[in-house]
């Protein structure tokens, strides 16, 4: 075998692993557990919108979990979203949080 040839193949299967890994890894488990989706869902509105990649992925960090959360879809709930100026947005104790939250900082300001 040629040494270009060699060199060519070890680069096609590195990246096959790195491909590999990546799906895997897309899959992951939710960041919380059930009852701290419980808790933040009882304690904030999660404000989203049909086709918000984002929305989707702060929906994703509840995983199995994100039934818990108190979700409205401004597309389909336009009358709800007046103040709601992107998304998503989370409302908690009366005060708009913009853009993805982390679990740990609504665990903060919801006091889960």
């Not at 992107?86 to 740990?104: D, M, R």
Request: contains cysteine.
């Amino acid at each position: 075998m040629e040494k270009n040839t060699l060199i060519n193949l070890v680069i096609v299967i590195c990246v096959v692993i790195l491909a590999v890994i990546i799906l895997l890894n897309s899959g992951k488990a939710p960041e919380t557990t059930e009852e701290i989706a419980k808790c933040i869902g009882e304690n904030s509105i999660l404000y989203v919108q049909l086709g918000c990649s984002h929305c989707r992925d702060q929906e994703d960090m509840f995983g199995e979990f994100k039934d818990k959360l108190t979700i409205i879809d401004c597309f389909y709930e336009r009358d709800k979203c007046a103040d709601i100026e992107a998304t998503p947005s989370w409302k908690i104790k009366g005060e708009l949080y913009e853009g993805v939250q982390s679990i740990e900082n609504l665990k903060e300001l919801t006091g889960c």
